[in-house]
């Protein structure tokens, strides 16, 4: 259990819904070169000076931190508290300015705080100003850090802020739209600068939970982790893509009869897809594709990226190839994750 330092993350978002310990003190024979500072004892009626810091202590170690963000509604709660369930330690509506003072305190815990998660929200208008000034701060201190930002349509907003009755953060005398598109304008720049992007507009909690587990259950990171998403474009792009692909090249199995209440899952459905001239090339093609895009991701630094994949309905080919896909990346070292955001909705 982690003991919270703010508000506790569950229920924070209207949508989804230390002990520092120290070193033992020994009390070693006198000696009359021990360093200034140390604790004095009686020992024979004689003051000793006593060191509590063991010779040759490891430095502090600099626990790896995340930091929550991401729009209103959208799921910060949810996320935190997946991590919170696997065994990160948790602070919910931190202010940026204390982040580096956060992540100090679980430099000296001793080993017991060695991942942190921040959740950071707009309540205040100074608010990139001091997470701006934190951010360098860590960086300076060569602190490994991620940002997660949680997105959302704002259709599905305010669906969830008015499922609630609760007004939004910033939306003041105004309608919830003003208050999305405040947070919104507020937020962009911290989008840009995220390492993981999720789209929870068409997510339940479950859904997003599971995306998070695929991020962060492993106890060493991978070098590079994807998400393949089918999806139909009659539905719209997935926000949160990194690279789309349009499989609408290839004949739809949609008109054939025996095919159609089918899914790309079904064998029969992908051997037709892949029967297709064309298919096969485009799938080689694409995974030797990926595998230049994926070298430069990780010289870059990224850990994470979303591949969408589409077709008219995101029910047919797009699953088919993502199947593909995700099985290809998955052989060749990379954790995948699918997705079939579409599947089922029509």
């Known amino acids: 259990?982690?003991?919270?330092?703010?508000?506790?993350?569950?229920?924070?978002?209207?949508?989804?819904?230390?002990?520092?310990?120290?070193?033992?003190?020994?009390?070693?024979?006198?000696?009359?070169?021990?360093?200034?500072?140390?604790e004095a004892v009686q020992e024979n009626g004689a003051e000793v000076s006593t060191d509590v810091t063991p010779a040759g202590a490891a430095e502090a170690a600099i626990p790896e931190l995340v930091i929550i963000s991401g729009m209103s509604g959208a799921g910060r709660s949810t996320a935190a508290k997946c991590l919170e369930d696997l065994g990160w330690f948790v602070v919910d509506n931190l202010p940026p300015a204390l982040i580096p003072t956060m992540v100090e305190l679980g430099a000296r815990s001793q080993g017991n705080v060695a991942r942190i998660a921040v959740v950071v929200d707009v309540r205040g208008r100074r608010f990139f100003d001091n997470l701006r000034e934190s951010l360098a701060d860590l960086d300076s201190r060569a602190v490994t850090r991620r940002i997660v930002f949680l997105e959302s349509s704002d259709d599905a907003l305010v669906r969830r802020f008015e499922s609630v009755r609760r007004p939004h953060p910033l939306q003041g005398d105004g309608r919830i739209v003003d208050g999305i598109a405040a947070e919104r304008e507020l937020l962009r720049e911290l989008r840009g600068d995220a390492d993981l992007v999720i789209d929870t507009s068409s997510l339940n909690v479950h859904e997003l939970r599971a995306k998070m587990d695929a991020q962060f259950a492993g106890e060493e990171e991978p070098e590079l982790r994807a998400t393949v998403m089918s999806f139909g474009f009659k539905y719209g792009l997935p926000v949160d893509a990194?690279?789309?692909?349009?499989?609408?090249?290839?004949?739809?199995?949609?008109?054939?009869?025996?095919?159609?209440?089918?899914?790309?899952?079904?064998?029969?459905?992908?051997?037709?897809?892949?029967?297709?001239?064309?298919?096969?090339?485009?799938?080689?093609?694409?995974?030797?594709?990926?595998?230049?895009?994926?070298?430069?991701?990780?010289?870059?630094?990224?850990?994470?990226?979303?591949?969408?994949?589409?077709?008219?309905?995101?029910?047919?080919?797009?699953?088919?190839?993502?199947?593909?896909?995700?099985?290809?990346?998955?052989?060749?070292?990379?954790?995948?994750?699918?997705?079939?955001?579409?599947?089922g909705r029509e």
């Open 1 to 38: 259990m982690t003991e919270r330092d703010a508000q506790p993350t569950a229920g924070r978002d209207p949508a989804f819904s230390e002990s520092q310990g120290e070193p033992e003190e020994t009390h070693n024979e006198a000696r009359q070169d021990q360093p200034q500072e140390a």
């Open 242 to 343: 990194d690279l789309v692909a349009d499989m609408r090249f290839l004949p739809n199995p949609h008109w054939v009869p025996e095919l159609r209440p089918y899914t790309g899952l079904n064998e029969e459905v992908s051997a037709y897809v892949f029967n297709q001239p064309g298919a096969k090339e485009f799938l080689d093609r694409y995974a030797e594709l990926l595998r230049l895009i994926a070298t430069g991701y990780r010289r870059e630094g990224k850990r994470y990226v979303t591949i969408a994949i589409g077709c008219t309905g995101g029910k047919h080919r797009s699953v088919a190839v993502s199947e593909k896909l995700a099985a290809r990346l998955s052989a060749e070292g990379v954790e995948t994750v699918v997705v079939h955001r579409d599947m």
